[in-house]
């Protein structure tokens, strides 16, 4: 039985869930699979297209990734300007003092264990938004299919700081480059974002393709792993 808690974030309030074998979940709160969970309130706008969105006229999905800093590299988001020079959803603005991140849970009698590693997850989270941090060290026990789980290992081993595409990601779970599709779908279900990193895998041409979250997270989340967006 997963156990549920919601956490601020620069990006937006996040959905965790967990269970005693580790986190099994990790969603925006706009997120258009957010499980329905009492105590989370719809929000008001969902995420219905992984791939909609525009800056300065531009469809994002067409924006690339560029490798020009180390990973970590462009600082704390909390304080930070986006690459563009445009503002990222959930950012805070110039003067704005941090806030202090909580975690809420919404059942009682959530076991210490789940409790522990729902606190682990949001103390490692805090570092990754300060660029302190380029791994993740609780355990994961996302729920799917023997092939999900395949894909979802492969990301896994997608450090910060690079990319892949989806030919590229196939090949590194043991599949043939024709199975990119099929692996799209899969990176497309997972289920524990940012920390089982789907924002790393982009279009054969470079490009940001589409995210559950929304894009312009997608493209925050790699500029904070050290990539220029444009």
Same mark, same amino acid.
């Given at each position: 039985?997963?156990?549920?808690?919601?956490?601020?974030?620069?990006?937006?309030?996040?959905?965790?869930?967990?269970?005693?074998?580790?986190?099994?979940?990790?969603?925006?709160?706009?997120?258009?699979?957010?499980?329905?969970?009492?105590?989370?309130?719809?929000?008001?706008?969902?995420?219905?297209? &992984?791939? #909609?969105?525009?800056?300065?006229?531009?469809?994002?999905?067409?924006?690339? @990734? +560029?490798? *020009?800093? $180390?990973? /970590?590299?462009?600082?704390?988001?909390?304080?930070?300007?986006?690459?563009?020079?445009?503002?990222?959803?959930?950012?805070?603005?110039?003067?704005?003092?941090?806030?202090?991140?909580?975690?809420?849970?919404?059942?009682?009698?959530?076991?210490?264990?789940?409790?522990?590693?729902?606190?682990?997850?949001?103390?490692?989270?805090?570092?990754?938004?300060?660029?302190?941090?380029?791994?993740?060290?609780? &355990?994961? #026990?996302?729920?799917?299919?023997?092939?999900?789980?395949?894909?979802?290992? @492969? +990301?896994? *081993?997608? $450090?910060? /700081?690079?990319?892949?595409?989806?030919?590229?990601?196939?090949?590194?779970?043991?599949?043939?480059?024709?199975?990119?599709?099929?692996?799209?779908?899969?990176?497309?279900?997972?289920?524990?974002?940012?920390?089982?990193?789907?924002?790393?895998?982009?279009?054969?041409?470079?490009?940001?393709?589409?995210?559950?979250?929304?894009?312009?997270?997608?493209?925050?989340?790699?500029?904070?792993?050290?990539?220029?967006?444009?």
């Amino acid at each position: 039985m997963p156990f549920y808690a919601l956490i601020p974030s620069p990006l937006g309030p996040i959905l965790l869930a967990a269970d005693d074998a580790g986190l099994s979940g990790l969603y925006f709160t706009d997120q258009r699979d957010l499980p329905r969970v009492p105590g989370v309130q719809a929000a008001a706008a969902v995420v219905s297209d &992984p791939s #909609a969105g525009f800056q300065g006229g531009r469809a994002i999905r067409t924006f690339k @990734a +560029l490798r *020009e800093q $180390p990973a /970590g590299a462009s600082g704390d988001l909390f304080t930070e300007k986006s690459a563009g020079g445009g503002k990222t959803a959930g950012r805070l603005a110039q003067g704005e003092s941090r806030p202090q991140a909580a975690l809420r849970l919404l059942q009682e009698g959530t076991p210490a264990g789940v409790q522990a590693v729902l606190e682990q997850t949001l103390r490692e989270l805090d570092d990754y938004w300060r660029g302190a941090r380029t791994v993740f060290e609780m &355990p994961l #026990a996302p729920q799917g299919t023997p092939f999900q789980k395949k894909v979802w290992l @492969a +990301l896994l *081993e997608v $450090p910060c /700081g690079e990319t892949l595409s989806y030919g590229e990601l196939a090949e590194r779970a043991g599949l043939s480059a024709g199975h990119g599709r099929a692996v799209g779908t899969a990176v497309g279900s997972n289920p524990i974002s940012i920390i089982i990193p789907c924002h790393r895998i982009l279009a054969r041409n470079g490009t940001l393709n589409g995210y559950g979250g929304g894009l312009n997270r997608k493209a925050r989340l790699l500029e904070i792993e050290g990539f220029t967006i444009r």
